[in-house]
């Protein structure tokens, strides 16, 4: 017998409270719509993602034609990378990422932005009237809106018994002013895409969307420690190896080419990592600002920063995989990349603003409670608000006091540890798992649930579910 799904206002306290102001929790037949409603949950859930993107498009438009004038980028707090790197990046003199300019972004997001870019340029050449960047910002946002909505269809197919929780992405505010402030959303979509192929066992191709999402942000390369350690777990090591080393061998065919033909364009990313400071609102900052100095912080030194950044993030990352030895059940894929993620950025010299939509699709899928995870959103966006009004004041203007920007900062960083927290606490107590209840043979976990070798079917058909 098929269970029931999952209804929101059944399952989560939150909703069930929020739920009494329009008539209660919903009734059996919304649960199991006739197939002759035309709103199934798939396309409310699409339907309110396309209302949160097209808000975000209005978020940002009064920055659209990159004409900003007396910080109006940061008063509106519409700031967006995609028009300033526009120019700071030479597209808008036409010229080739890697090639002619070095970019300070993983290779295929420097392709994304020039196969965008220079059509836009080859269009001015023939009408002045063009205006470039506001053209080039509206293709940018077309294309990662729908990535973006793409990754919300993936949360509802691999939570088909629990469909409501993709509405936590549809409707995450965080999308509204993040989406299009950088171009994360590209490897944010391609990550969550090969969750999906991953919980469907099409390896292969989960492979590929790896390396892609990789070579688009480096972020996703911290998803190989989880699947390594739920493979020795699980004893599951042909279908991880299958999927890491495929990845490895896209990220090499993406990379490769600009590797050879202009190294030191390529290095450029790695060195500009190695070299950054302190970032704002990261932990560092907070303790550089807390510990007032004379004269040269200890923290401001590159090679310490980088030395204690990593030293605490390998701790972390010891301490999960003792977690995942010791757990009472075998851990969850999600439950464990939502925590090496957060782990790399609570420890991480640098956090931008954006970089909330690198945790979203996984703490849907680690832990779809709706409580915390809107006391965090609502820390993001204080913080977002904050973080503008550092800006002003970082140029010559004055918004509020500093120990408002650090109290944002310290905001979002308690909200997300206490997520990690609840997810550790869900992992030695199962019973408090929101998604145990619902788990099928397909969702991002399916390979790491069972104990057969790879089928040789796995290569390019999603393998049958074993017989229980």
């Known amino acids: 017998m098929t269970p029931v799904q999952a209804a929101p206002s059944d399952t989560d306290p939150v ?36 209302i949160g993107f097209a808000f975000s498009f209005l978020q940002k438009s009064p920055c659209r034609d990159g004409g900003w004038a007396d910080n109006s980028q940061y008063k509106q707090f519409c700031y967006t990378d995609v028009v300033a790197l526009y120019y700071a990046e030479n597209i808008s003199n036409g010229a080739v990422p890697y090639r002619d300019h070095p970019v300070e972004y993983p290779v295929l997001t420097g392709v994304f932005m020039g196969v965008l870019g220079l059509p836009v340029y080859w269009m001015g ?63 944010v979509s391609l990550a969550t895409f090969f969750l999906l192929a991953f919980g469907r066992k099409y390896f292969v191709w989960a492979g590929i969307l790896l390396g892609l999402a990789v070579a688009a942000k480096f972020y996703p390369l911290l998803f190989a420690g989880p699947m390594l350690l739920l493979a020795w777990r699980s004893r599951r090591y042909a279908e991880t190896m299958l999927t890491l080393g495929t990845a490895l061998l896209t990220w090499v065919m993406v990379n490769a080419p600009v590797a050879l033909l202009w190294p030191e364009s390529w290095k450029r990313f790695f060195e500009l990592n190695s070299e950054r400071g302190i970032d704002w609102g990261t932990l560092w900052y907070v303790l550089r600002f807390l510990t007032p100095s004379e004269g040269v912080h200890l923290l401001d030194g590159r090679s310490f920063l980088n030395s204690a950044y990593l030293l605490l993030f390998v701790v972390a990352c010891v301490g999960i995989a003792v977690m995942v030895a010791f757990a009472p059940r075998k851990p969850r894929l999600a439950q464990l990349l939502f925590l090496v993620v957060a782990a790399f950025l609570l420890t991480g010299k640098v956090w931008s603003q954006q970089y909330v939509l690198w945790l979203l699709p996984l703490v849907i899928l680690a832990r779809p409670k709706w409580g915390a995870f809107l006391a965090w959103q609502c820390a993001e966006l204080f913080y977002f608000l904050a973080f503008y009004g550092e800006l002003i004041n970082a140029s010559g203007g004055f918004a509020f006091p500093e120990w408002v920007f650090i109290v944002a900062s310290l905001g979002r960083i308690t909200t ?19 998604v145990a209840g619902y788990a099928v043979d397909d969702d991002e976990d399916s390979v790491y649930k069972g104990d057969s070798l790879l089928s040789p079917t796995a290569l390019g058909t999603a393998e049958k579910p074993a017989t229980a």
């Open 15 to 50: 909703v069930r409270e929020l739920s009494e102001a329009i008539g209660g929790p919903v009734g059996e037949h919304a649960i199991r719509p006739p197939r002759r409603r035309f709103w199934t949950v798939l396309r409310v859930v699409l339907f309110v993602a396309i």
């Open 125 to 187: 050449q023939g009408n002045p009237a063009l205006d470039q960047a506001r053209t080039f910002f509206d293709i940018n946002a077309v294309v990662l809106s729908l990535l973006g909505i793409g990754a919300v269809a993936a949360i509802w197919a691999l939570r088909r018994r629990r469909p409501w929780d993709a509405m936590m992405l549809a409707a995450a505010p965080a999308i509204i002013y993040t989406a299009t402030v950088n171009w994360d959303l590209l490897a």
């Open 416 to 434: 997300v540890a206490v997520l990690c927290a609840l997810i550790i606490r869900e992992m030695w107590r199962p019973e408090l798992d929101a």
